[in-house]
């Protein structure tokens, strides 16, 4: 069965930095290109980093390119996340299929179940 796990998430104050996790099982990460999405209440999912498959070239949305830094080692994608602000809180998944990197949710084909991030002082 294939299935999409994230973890990381939290509470964390203006000006922190969160590391979020996406592990995969039934079948091999490496294989796929991983997008992180997040959806804040009333608000529309959005594509925010995403790393590719085939090279490994990594994109980031301009609201939070130079803050959050999308990174894989074998079996696991990470979402290093910094400077986090205010308007960064969500529910965060991660997302898998095996083209190239798109923002557009409905192409991919496996997701997880998301994990929290609050940011609060």
């Not at 070239?57 to 130079?66: E, L």
């Amino acid at each position: 069965q294939v299935q999409l796990v994230e973890s990381g998430g939290g509470l964390v104050q203006p000006g922190g930095s969160l590391r979020l996790s996406c592990t995969a099982s039934g079948f091999t990460m490496d294989w796929y290109t991983i997008n992180w999405f997040r959806q804040a209440p009333g608000k529309e999912r959005q594509g925010i980093s995403c790393i590719s498959r085939s090279d490994g070239g990594t994109y980031d949305a301009d609201d939070v390119k130079g803050r959050f830094t999308v990174s894989r080692d074998k079996d696991t994608v990470y979402l290093q996340m910094n400077s986090l602000k205010p308007e960064d809180p969500a529910t965060y998944y991660c997302a898998a299929h095996q083209d190239m990197c798109v923002r557009r949710g409905r192409e991919y084909d496996y997701w997880g179940q998301g994990t929290q991030v609050t940011v609060s002082s």
